[in-house]
């Protein structure tokens, strides 16, 4: 089943005890993002904090990621942690990196994915070029995510403890 507007947006009203993703993409073309990244790319900075209803969310509720990365970061990695971690993880959310730039990646091949309350997986799907083309209700086991949740966790490192680094 694929996921969009109000079915998608449930996912995070109804979850109970977590919502977690696995970020695998040195780079997610949003259509919201574009012209914020383009005034980042030519040196604009956002100051923050800010605050919206995801920050208002992770404020309260138990929301996490890891996103695998590798240096050099891409802009893209640069603007996002800036623009979006810097505050989110401030605010609540548990943010991870799991740097594969001196290490083999724990998780090759793994897709993007949501997990809610270890029991739902939403399969995101990408373009090569990080746009964003799909969202796929899981219907298998979801045994497999709640191990690729617990290897990412283990080989990551907390968002504000990487950038000071």
Known sequence: MLLDGDEWAAKFRTFQQEAWRLETWPQYL???????????????RFP???E???TRMVSTRNVGRVHIVSRPLTDYLRFEFERY???QARAGEDIRI???TEQ???LPGVQDFWMFDQTTIVLMHYEPDGK???RELYDGDPAPYIEYQRIAK?????FLEYVKE
Do not use: C, K
Request: hydrophobic share 35%; proline share 11%.
């Open 30 to 44: 949003v259509p919201q993002e574009a012209d914020e990244f383009a005034a980042f790319r030519n040196g604009a």
């Open 48 to 50: 923050g904090p800010y």
């Open 52 to 54: 919206d209803a995801w």
């Open 85 to 87: 971690y810097q505050h």
């Open 98 to 100: 799991l740097d594969v």
């Open 104 to 106: 083999e990646n724990p």
């Open 132 to 134: 964003q083309i799909g």
């Open 154 to 158: 283990a080989a990551s490192t907390p």
